[in-house]
């Protein structure tokens, strides 16, 4: 099997250059960018590229000085890295030399200074706090400007993560969002644990997405180990995925509708998603289908019976769904309540990569779907779901199309399930000095996991790149110039994980 991402090691002073050229290409686009440590050559810059017009991509290495605290930040010619940089200097200690907005993303001050927990040469986790100096916002200063401080901690059961608003009377002047509160070591950890079990973990990285981060894991192994999976098994994950893209997109519905006092939709879409979830358990055994996605195939088989009784499920559902899409769709009050708020502009999308249905309802035609290999993708790909306004009203359209395009696919794959075996036999130690990079469509949009190997074959070191990393910033810029009382309904019509990007 042809290695799809390939190594490019280019000066650490060259790199932006380097980069940006690489960028003005038809097709290309910036996917992440951390570091990792080379056995016996110090730290090392990694940048990676895709390339959505082949479906490959260009990782792009510079080592760094023995001794250096710094290299030139992308961010100021590329915004979309800014966050990726700032968990950088959490994880290596590494300071983005030009970013215009230095501070910690993920480790807080309580953790001593000198603690990089990703360098070999870091020191053990603290057992209690130091002293520090508060976090420094961004102020914003002006007669009548106060600043509304919500969180970490939040009313109902929802992750932490603080907002600050700075405010104009009742209008958001600005938000700043501040994350790190579930931080919980996920990258170290994936590359100490064998590899044979790290599925497990990987798929928990953002547990409400469990199919699309077992798949990428997935995926990035088997480009390690130069296999394929089975027909049949690449089906059924493609079956798995699409299942948690609809309960999500429905669960979404409800929410929307019940930050805007619409209890009908509220109870109907949350039943909804129940239905959806139960498609799950049909296939997987659980509802969040964990444990089902696994390099190399997936870990059960569709026996006839249970083919028969989930296409009979979906059929059900289907036309739930359907008759239920216009209480969303065509009812005046919803769209008057949608439409304007939280409008994300296509330049400022495209500016900060913001991915999956938020950047497709902000003009996008990225869907990763379309590009890269995963299940039965991009061979059977839907046409990418798009709208231009960037509101909130846009946004949920877009869920919408999904959701028809999501049950049309599911209700092909299950007609035209192939069959093979559902999975391979696979080596018992991957190959040194290898690199898989797995790039899937989750529901939040493209989810990308990273895997290189050392000298001895070992996972060296695993990046995870959820979504949610490219589109909190999405949420900040959205929610300017709105009322405090929209953003709820900002914060909904984006969805986005806590977990997923404290990693």
């Known amino acids: 099997m042809k290695e799809i991402f390939t190594r490019q090691q280019v000066p650490l002073s060259d790199i932006c250059d380097t980069v940006r050229r690489a960028l003005n290409k038809p097709g290309w686009r910036f996917g992440h960018e951390t570091a990792r440590v080379v056995a016996g050559d110090g730290l090392s810059l990694e940048v990676l590229l895709l390339n959505t017009t082949g479906g ?3 990782i792009f290495s510079a080592r760094i000085p023995d001794g250096a605290a710094e290299y030139p930040s992308l961010t ?24 215009p907005r230095w501070k910690s993303l993920i480790l807080h001050e309580a953790w001593p200074a000198d603690f990089a927990p990703l360098r070999d040469d870091s020191p053990d986790a603290p057992r209690c706090m130091r002293d520090v100096d508060p976090y420094t916002f961004m102020e914003v200063h002006g007669e009548g400007v106060h600043e509304i401080p919500v969180g970490p901690i939040h009313a109902g059961i929802i992750e932490p993560g ?45 547990s409400d997405t469990t199919v699309g981060n ?12 130069g ?3 089975p027909p049949r098994a690449q089906f059924l994950r493609t079956v798995a995925l699409e299942i948690e893209r609809l309960a999500s997109h429905l669960g979404d519905l409800g929410g929307l509708s019940g930050d805007i006092g619409y209890s009908a939709g509220a109870a109907i879409f949350a039943r909804l998603r129940g239905g959806a979830l139960t498609l799950g358990e049909l296939l997987a055994g659980t509802r969040f289908q964990r444990a089902f996605v696994l390099p190399g195939g997936i870990a059960r088989d569709l026996g006839d019976a249970a083919q028969s009784e989930l296409v009979q499920s979906l059929s059900d559902l289907t036309y739930k769904i359907e008759d239920s899409l ?41 869907d990763a779907r379309t590009a890269f290999s995963h299940g039965v993708f991009p061979q059977h790909a839907p046409v990418p779901a798009r709208r ?13 199309d999904e959701i028809i395009a999501s049950l049309s696919l599911l209700h092909k794959l299950l007609d035209d399930l192939p069959q093979s075996p559902i999975k391979a036999t696979l080596a018992d130690q991957l190959p040194p000095n290898r690199v898989g990079v797995g790039v899937v469509e989750a529901w939040r949009g493209e989810l990308i996991h990273w895997i290189t190997t050392d000298d001895e074959g070992r996972i060296g070191r695993y990046s995870v790149r959820d979504p949610s990393m490219s ?8 929610v300017r110039g709105n009322l405090v009382a929209d953003f709820p309904l900002c914060n909904k019509s984006f969805n986005l994980s806590y977990s997923g990007n404290d990693l």
């Open 56 to 58: 490959a991509g260009e």
């Open 76 to 99: 100021p010619h590329i915004p979309a890295a800014h966050w990726a940089e700032r968990a950088i200097g959490d994880f290596f200690g590494l300071k983005a030399e030009g970013h």
């Open 162 to 206: 603080h907002f600050r608003f700075s405010c104009l009377g009742e209008i958001v002047t600005n938000l700043e969002i501040r994350l790190g509160y579930q931080h919980r070591g996920i990258e170290r950890r994936l590359a100490e644990i064998p590899w044979q079990q790290s599925r497990f973990l990987a798929e928990a990285a953002s």
């Open 214 to 225: 077992a798949l990428a894991h997935a995926v990035a192994i088997e480009q390690i180990l």
């Open 227 to 229: 296999m394929i999976p």
């Open 326 to 366: 216009p209480l969303i769709l065509e009812n005046p009050s919803v769209i008057e309540r949608m439409e304007g708020t939280g409008r994300l502009s296509p330049s400022l999308a495209k500016e900060f990569g913001i991915v999956g249905p938020a950047g497709r309802a902000s003009g996008s035609g990225y």
């Open 388 to 400: 231009k306004s960037g509101d909130v009203l846009a946004r949920t359209q877009v869920r919408c």
């Open 471 to 478: 589109n909190w910033t999405g949420l900040a810029i959205a």
